[in-house]
């Protein structure tokens, strides 16, 4: 009986969203996994949604990591990844979903965080996606 109402609790848990696809432009750290420029499609690889598989199938490169929620004032207008630029180096801070307050947070990897201590300036750099 449970596994057979396991689909149903999957269905409701995430609703309409099984991933975005993002044409990215550049290269990107994830995970301490470099990603490459291209189609890169975020789904939830657990389904409370805690764990996030990110994948770009053309080069054949797929990277988990773990995904901390947090709740924004408002709700997105455009699903996000949301970017941190340290001179030529990105690297994936987080995601959000149109209509929803809620945004996934990307750990910080080792790269980044010593950046961030040698005071590198940063930017944040946005790329709008598409629900797959």
């Known amino acids: 009986m449970m596994l057979m109402t396991m ?15 993002a ?4 290269e990107f ?3 301490g996994k470099i990603i490459p420029a291209g189609e890169c499609i975020v789904q939830p690889a657990t389904l409370a949604e805690e764990t996030m598989l990110i994948r770009n199938a053309n080069a054949k490169v797929d990277a988990f990591t773990r995904a ?8 997105a207008g455009a699903n996000a990844l949301i970017f941190h630029k340290y001179g ?3 690297f994936l801070s987080a995601i959000q979903l149109e209509g929803t307050r809620t945004i996934y947070e990307m750990p910080q990897s080792r790269a980044e965080a010593e950046m961030k201590a040698q005071k ?6 946005t790329v ?3 629900l797959q």
């Not at 689909?7 to 696809?21: E, F, K, M, N, Q």
């Not at 590198?120 to 750099?125: G, I, K, L």
């Open 7 to 21: 689909p149903l609790w999957a269905a409701s848990r995430l609703g309409s969203y099984t991933g975005i696809v």
């Open 23 to 26: 044409q990215v432009p550049f």
């Open 29 to 31: 750290v994830v995970g």
């Open 68 to 75: 901390s929620t947090a709740e924004t004032r408002k709700a």
């Open 88 to 90: 030529d180096r990105y």
């Open 120 to 125: 590198v300036p940063s930017v944040e750099q």
């Open 128 to 130: 709008f996606t598409n």
